[in-house]
């Protein structure tokens, strides 16, 4: 019994590494699989939706008296410019065609290529979302937790309300309001997002960034912070009533040890929770920049839907589902290394 327990100590680092990688690698493909259907899909609408819309880019190109008397080869040779010419079917392999080769074709309003647009906006939306996620879990689970210690409280029925009352409010109601408020009253944050009139270099451009980045960031904050309070206040209620705090608590640990052992556990489900929240991030993301003026890809697709610029649109949707797609992705195959409940040996699957 002592060697057996010696070996299984022995061995027990290398087991736990290799069983979770094969754990991984053995759900990986068959997910993989799963989310090329799912992006499959996602090129057939991105190609469809923006063309359902009523009007093409000629519109756009032309003011709407112009626009109206173009013939109809003269509308083709205008689209042929932007390589939206020909029938649909030919279009949809043009698209394929350019994305297996890096190229989302040029974009309609800005006249530049639609990778190169996106590029340069890219970083403004990351650092949005970005700042928005750390703070929405920093403050999600630290006051879902806060709540749970003291659930049926008034303190705790206060703060439920309050956070089911702010996620009921749209975004951009809370955009404008802020921007009613901050900017138009009080005149502590610029109202416009984009930095091209402040011709700000060096530090001046980081705090022009930095006071354009506030109120968004507080907004898309307040928009997805719900979901994670809710799980992590649910999630800790449901460790509070295990048998294992009742033991140490008789064991007699302080309070602050019993209460880290329960939060540890409760912060397992909470990893895929913040994976997925980058998606509504994302989605929210597009409404926020919009009421704001911000630079990033929301403010993007909301010019090339005024523009009816597909191939812009089309490269803005493929860069948001990707981004989707990759944080569930990454969240399936990390779960199992995060919660030792996973981990099942293969003699027992």
Same mark, same amino acid.
């Given at each position: 019994?002592?060697?057996?327990?010696?070996?299984?100590?022995?061995?027990?680092?290398?087991?736990?590494?290799?069983?979770?990688?094969?754990?991984?690698?053995?759900?990986?493909?068959?997910?993989?699989?799963?989310?090329?259907?799912?992006?499959?899909?996602?090129?057939?609408?991105?190609?469809?939706?923006?063309?359902?819309?009523? !009007?093409?880019?000629?519109?756009?190109?032309?003011?709407?008296?112009?626009?109206?008397?173009?013939?109809?080869?003269?509308?083709?040779?205008?689209?042929?410019?932007?390589?939206?010419?020909?029938?649909?079917?030919?279009?949809?392999?043009?698209?394929?065609?350019?994305?297996?080769?890096?190229?989302?074709?040029?974009?309609?309003?800005?006249?530049?290529?639609?990778?190169?647009?996106?590029?340069?906006?890219?970083?403004?939306?990351?650092?949005?979302?970005?700042?928005?996620?750390?703070?929405?879990?920093?403050?999600?689970?630290?006051?879902?937790?806060?709540?749970?210690?003291?659930? !049926?409280?008034?303190?705790?029925?206060?703060?439920?309300?309050?956070?089911?009352?702010?996620?009921?409010?749209?975004?951009?109601?809370?955009?404008?309001?802020?921007?009613?408020?901050?900017?138009?009253?009080?005149?502590?944050?610029?109202?416009?997002?984009?930095?091209?009139?402040?011709?700000?270099?060096?530090?001046?451009?980081?705090?022009?960034?930095?006071?354009?980045?506030?109120?968004?960031?507080?907004?898309?904050?307040?928009?997805?912070?719900?979901?994670?309070?809710?799980?992590?206040?649910?999630?800790?209620?449901?460790?509070?009533?295990?048998?294992?705090?009742?033991?140490?608590?008789?064991?007699?640990?302080?309070?602050?040890?019993?209460?880290?052992?329960?939060?540890?556990?409760?912060?397992?489900?909470?990893?895929?929770?913040?994976?997925?929240?980058?998606?509504?991030?994302?989605?929210?993301?597009?409404?926020?920049?919009?009421?704001?003026?911000?630079?990033?890809?929301?403010?993007?697709?909301?010019?090339?839907?005024?523009?009816?610029?597909?191939?812009?649109?089309?490269?803005?949707?493929?860069?948001?589902?990707?981004?989707?797609? !990759?944080?569930?992705?990454?969240?399936?195959?990390?779960?199992?290394?995060?919660?030792?409940?996973?981990?099942?040996?293969?003699?027992?699957?």
């Amino acid at each position: 019994m002592i060697m057996r327990q010696a070996v299984i100590k022995h061995s027990l680092p290398h087991f736990c590494f290799r069983l979770p990688l094969n754990l991984m690698l053995r759900t990986s493909a068959s997910t993989l699989l799963q989310y090329s259907v799912t992006l499959l899909a996602v090129l057939v609408l991105n190609f469809t939706l923006p063309r359902l819309a009523p !009007g093409d880019p000629a519109d756009y190109l032309f003011p709407p008296e112009l626009a109206g008397t173009l013939t109809p080869e003269q509308r083709e040779e205008l689209m042929a410019d932007f390589e939206l010419d020909g029938t649909t079917w030919s279009q949809f392999r043009r698209y394929i065609g350019g994305l297996a080769q890096g190229d989302l074709l040029l974009s309609v309003r800005y006249r530049q290529p639609v990778l190169d647009v996106l590029l340069e906006r890219l970083p403004w939306t990351l650092l949005l979302t970005g700042s928005s996620l750390l703070l929405t879990t920093t403050i999600g689970i630290g006051l879902g937790f806060w709540s749970a210690w003291r659930r !049926g409280q008034i303190s705790d029925v206060s703060t439920l309300i309050t956070v089911l009352f702010i996620d009921a409010l749209p975004g951009f109601f809370v955009g404008m309001l802020f921007i009613l408020l901050f900017s138009v009253k009080l005149g502590w944050f610029p109202i416009i997002g984009s930095l091209a009139a402040s011709r700000a270099t060096g530090v001046e451009f980081w705090i022009e960034a930095a006071k354009r980045l506030v109120m968004p960031v507080v907004t898309l904050t307040l928009a997805t912070l719900a979901p994670v309070y809710l799980s992590a206040r649910a999630a800790l209620i449901s460790e509070i009533n295990e048998d294992y705090l009742l033991m140490a608590e008789a064991k007699g640990l302080a309070e602050r040890q019993i209460r880290r052992h329960a939060q540890r556990n409760a912060l397992l489900p909470l990893s895929s929770i913040v994976l997925l929240n980058i998606g509504t991030l994302v989605g929210g993301a597009t409404l926020i920049e919009t009421v704001f003026s911000y630079p990033g890809l929301g403010f993007v697709i909301f010019q090339g839907v005024a523009a009816r610029d597909y191939p812009l649109l089309q490269g803005a949707f493929l860069f948001m589902a990707l981004a989707v797609i !990759g944080s569930n992705f990454i969240g399936g195959l990390l779960y199992p290394l995060l919660d030792p409940r996973l981990r099942t040996p293969a003699s027992n699957a």
